[in-house]
């Protein structure tokens, strides 16, 4: 199908935008990559009067360093990302979460702001900033305004933004060296959504042993979850020897669903995400000082 | 505000097109410029039977509005060009890479970029670069025989990242990608 009318608009600065939105009131849009809304234009789920929209504007595009890590404009797309033209934050997280999403021409236009916006409870970045401890800098028409990007989604599809705030930036610290993450995705078909998506961080003692974990789960609830009991029962443990068997308890725990549920699916669901953590610790890999990128671009 | 007139430059050839804000760039090159090679599918990004080049990286024509395109340069399956296209189309037909031909552009835009950016190295990459393309007649198998056969003769040559080609506000390309 194609979409209803509606009026656009493509303002150059940040300020300009936010004035059209708060101007346009609740009919108004904003249109960042298009690769979520086109679809939902397309079939008539939403109608907007107006679209504004944000890829014309140059100070959101691109990456620059700032003390201790890195901040990353708001229509940055996914395809920068993967191809290393922005540093990565993550010492190679970024890069591998970005070359999962979808398809190459889906991430030549999506962006990292419209995916945190969007609040997709299996996409990619909201899982992947929230267990970096990310802040989301965002600009509305009373002013500029920061949050963990943990505190950004408030449901699926929902996230905490008024209508007038855009999504200008986010900011990430660099991954120390010596920390290690893994990022597995559980999904379908090359290029579908996740079924589960699992991003842990941790250091290693002297005989290997996990240290300081942090893990977070996309598609198990509206929202990115932590795994607080997962990550105690990981402690202590070399990544080597671990099985779904292993780390099922845990993750039980940190879902409220027990192995032994009646509900099947339940407990297949609850498998699949024991075996997407399990994988991303076996394909774990150190951080890489990331000096590529470097210059490109400076929202 | 409802009609823009985007300046697009279109497998060489320059146009201004006055349209609906709401118009595709799929539906823009189909209607108005007559180059119907770009085919529309199920128009929510998951065919890839849509797929086009702007300033030289793919992208899907129904999830990309042609206002967005201001200025950009677009090539279709009827502009592609240069050793890289011609082997594939020679492969495509060498190996009967396509029966009813719906997929096909979108398959060859797909190809070119992957053959390109020499990221069509083995069946596995090609496979999983063709992840966001479908096909419902070929089976897939002789599409990977022929993208692996172009692939292999471009092999000694440089290839490109893709993107570093001059771009303009499609929010994507742009000269300062070259990092
Ligand atoms: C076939 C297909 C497969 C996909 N697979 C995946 C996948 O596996 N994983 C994944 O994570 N994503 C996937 N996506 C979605 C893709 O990542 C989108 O790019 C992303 O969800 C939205 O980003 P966008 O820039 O395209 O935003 P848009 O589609 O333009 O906008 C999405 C929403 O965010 C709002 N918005 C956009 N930018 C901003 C901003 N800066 N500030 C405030 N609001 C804003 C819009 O108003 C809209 O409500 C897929 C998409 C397709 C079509
Ligand atoms: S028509 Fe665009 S992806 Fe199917
Ligand atoms: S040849 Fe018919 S869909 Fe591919």
Redesign the interface.
Known sequence: ??????????PCEVSEAVALLAGLGDGARV?G???SL??E???RRITPV??V?I??I?SL??ARRVAGGVRYGA?T?H??VE????PDAGGGLLARAAAGI?????R??G?LGGSLAYADPAAEWPVVFAALDATVEVCGARGVRSLPARELPRGAFRSGLATDEIVVAVEVRSLPQGRWWGLHKTAG???AYASSLAVVLFDTDARGRLEQVALWLGAARETPVRLPATELLLTGRSAAGLDVAAVLPGVAQDLGTVDAAPDDAARHGLRVHAATVCRALARAAPVVSAA??????AP | MNEVSPRLRVNGAEHTVTVPARTSLADLLRDRLGLTGTHLGCEEGVCGACTVLVDGLPVRGCLTLAATCDGAEVVTVEGLTGADADRLRAAFSREGALQCGFCTPGMLITAYDLVRRRAAGSPEEIRAGLGGNLCRCTGYQALVRAIASAAGESAGEPGTRGGAEPGTRTGESHPRDRA
């Open positions: 199908m194609k979409p209803a009318e509606f009026g656009y608009h493509r249109l990559g298009g690769q086109m679809p234009l397309n079939a107006h679209l929209d890829t014309g140059g595009r691109g229509a797309t395809r920068m191809d290393g033209l922005v979808g398809h190459r021409a889906v030549t236009r962006t078909t090359a290029g590529a990128g470097e210059g490109a671009g």
